[in-house]
Each structure stands twice: as structure tokens, then as C-alpha cells.
């Protein structure tokens, strides 16, 4: 089942994902007894959502859990082995996709800056580049876009330098201010305030806050941090091991979190005051399970302390335990 969100029953859905997966093969070598026997890493597994126009989803899980391979997906820079992308009414994912058209209404900002801004070209012509190979406009028209981007992103002194010569936390609004250049209607962003400073988190999160609220635009946010996705996202959908195990809107998922890996994942936040200390009310075993080999039935069943029988045996669907709210577990009435 689906969460749908939405004050108004007119509210649009612009992005839709339907049972995505993702599988990369692994080589096997040169070993011929071992050529037959394909194995996969299973990254994506039966992905749903849904992602009304204007709002901010956030993905939240730990690392390896397939948050960046979702997106990766949508925008088909590594396009699913199964499952269905519907942008906007029109299917990514069955039949050719002009993907130029796809590129001018939805762009992504990526984790590192470093590897995603070229180093040898200068502020101007990183923001310039997908204005060049996306949009009609003359050479003043889109020296104008880039100049008014970068005023918008507090960069406008900075047109000429390399990003070699900027901090961290210029180098992710130079990243924001080329994603943002060709206006596009939905913007995902995978890790976007990781490797900064917390007064310069404060500042990137204020700037999409006020991009979105003047250009009307619509976030994917990738994260592993809780309180980014508290503070930004609308609606919050938890991953593990390619799977999404509860989702809902945010206020609702983080005040009364269901499933024990979301509660768990929540308790372990760290907290500002030294005095405070977080202790987790259920106690978490083991590891992550293997993309390679997972275990059946539900993937968390081996840490989860509420795990019975039927865990390893049937994987469980979404229920709705709240307006809005959806957990997949066996034992959700034991969580609340």
C-alpha cells in the first residue's frame, strides 16, 4: 500500500515509484565452473511511494540500505531492474524516454562536490553547462540565469574562481545554484549537508527552504541524519536493506515511530545536551544482512528482538496503524 499525503483531494502526485528494484551482477572472475551461477547484489527491493508537487520527501537509513540507489534510479542514471518510474503521468521506465526533456524539469545534487564540480572550470561556466546542453537561450540570456542563480545562492562574487578555491559549504551552494539554474519543477538531493559544519547545515538547509518557497519546487532528500529530515521533509520513508519498512508524514513517524529499526534509529540520534544520554528501549543485535545473501521473510527479523516464526517466513506488507501512517511488521501492536 501507498501513503498518500495531501490537504486537498486536487493535490497532484508528481513522482511515483512502483515495486523498484535494483540488482548489480557480480563478476564471477575467470573461474568456468562459476560463470553459470549469476549472483546480484539486490540494492532495491518492491519500492513504493508517492510524492506530492511542492512537498519534501526525505529517505532515511544507515549507510548501504539503498537511499542513493533509489535515487539513482528515478533519475535513470542507473535505471531499475524492476518496477515502474512515473514522472509527472509519463513512464520512465517503459519505452524511450527522452531524457533531455526529463533533465530540464528534474536535476539532482549530489553528495560530494568535490567529484561532481569539474576543477577545472570556474563557478560561472559549472552553473552555465546545463543551461548550454538544456535550454535554447542565447549567450546573455544565460549569462543572466547564471548571474541571478548565484545571487540567489549568496555566490555572486565568486563567479570567476574555481571551486578548488572555495569551502565545503560554498562548493554545495555552487552544486545547488546548477541545479536550480534550468528551474526545474523537482530536485533531489542525495546528502546534501553530510561533510558540512553545523552553522553552515543551518545555512544550506535555510537556502533550500527558501528556494522551494520561491520557486515552488519539489524535494527528494537523501539522509541519514534524523534531524535534517525533522526540519525539511513533509513526509518521511525509513529504509533497510533496500526495503522500506515504515513511512508516513514526518511529525507523525518521528513522535510515534512502529517499527523497531525506525525506533531504533531514532533513539540513537544524538542529542545536544551532554546530560542526556539516548538509551535505546530495544536492544539491536547483530549486522546489516548481506545484499548478496539476504534473509527471508522480513530482512530485519534477525536483529529485531520481537521476531518470531513467521518473520523468516512471510515478508510483511504495509499496514496503516495511523492516519496516513504505514509500518511493515509482523508485531507493530508490540511497538506501540
Known amino acids: ?95 524511450k524516454v527522452n531524457t533531455k526533456d526529463l533533465y530540464r524539469r528534474m536535476q539532482m545534487v ?17 552553473v552555465a553547462e546545463p543551461c548550454r546542453r538544456l ?26 574562481r574555481l571551486p578548488g578555491h572555495l569551502s565545503g559549504g560554498q562548493k554545495q551552494r555552487v552544486a545547488i545554484a546548477r541545479a536550480i539554474a534550468i528551474r526545474p519543477e523537482m530536485v533531489l538531493l542525495d546528502e546534501p549537508t553530510s561533510a558540512l559544519d553545523a552553522s553552515v547545515q543551518a545555512q544550506i538547509l535555510n537556502l533550500l527552504l527558501e528556494l522551494q518557497r520561491d520557486s515552488h519546487l519539489t524535494y527528494l532528500i537523501i539522509t541519514h541524519n534524523i534531524s535534517v529530515a525533522e526540519y525539511l521533509s513533509d513526509l518521511l520513508f525509513v529504509m533497510y536493506a533496500g526495503n522500506v519498512v515504515e513511512q508516513g508524514p514526518t511529525s507523525s513517524v518521528i513522535a510515534k515511530p512502529r517499527h523497531p529499526y525506525t525506533i531504533t534509529l531514532i ?55 495511523a492516519p496516513e501512517h504505514f509500518v511493515a511488521c509482523h508485531f507493530a501492536e508490540k511497538t506501540a
Open 110 to 126: 549530489f553528495q560530494d562536490p568535490d567529484s561532481s564540480l569539474d576543477p577545472r572550470f570556474k563557478v560561472r561556466d559549472l
Open 267 to 321: 533513539s540513537s540520534a544524538p542529542l545536544p545536551n551532554p546530560w542526556k544520554r539516548n538509551l535505546l528501549d530495544i536492544e539491536i543485535r547483530g549486522e546489516v544482512p548481506s545484499a548478496v545473501h539476504p534473509p527471508s521473510g522480513c530482512k530485519f527479523h534477525p536483529r529485531c528482538p520481537y521476531a518470531a516464526k513467521i518473520c523468516s517466513e512471510k515478508v510483511p506488507g504495509m499496514v496503516e496503524i
Open 1 to 95: 500500500m501507498v501513503s498518500k499525503v495531501g490537504d486537498q483531494e486536487g493535490d497532484r502526485v508528481i513522482l511515483e515509484t512502483k515495486g523498484l528494484g535494483k540488482l548489480f551482477p557480480i563478476r564471477r572472475g575467470f573461474n568456468p565452473f562459476a560463470r553459470n551461477q549469476p549472483r546480484y547484489i539486490q540494492a532495491l527491493i518492491d519500492v513504493s511511494m508517492e510524492i506530492p508537487r511542492g512537498s519534501t520527501v526525505a529517505v532515511v537509513g544507515e549507510s548501504g540500505c539503498g537511499k542513493t540507489t533509489l535515487a539513482r534510479a528515478i533519475t535513470l542514471l542507473s535505471p531499475p531492474t524492476s518496477g515502474e518510474v512515473i514522472f509527472d503521468g509519463m513512464s520512465l521506465t517503459k519505452g
Open 135 to 160: 535550454l535554447a537561450g542565447g549567450d546573455e540570456e544565460t549569462h543572466n540565469r547564471v548571474m541571478e542563480c548565484l545571487r540567489t545562492v549568496g555566490l555572486s562574487d565568486y563567479a570567476d
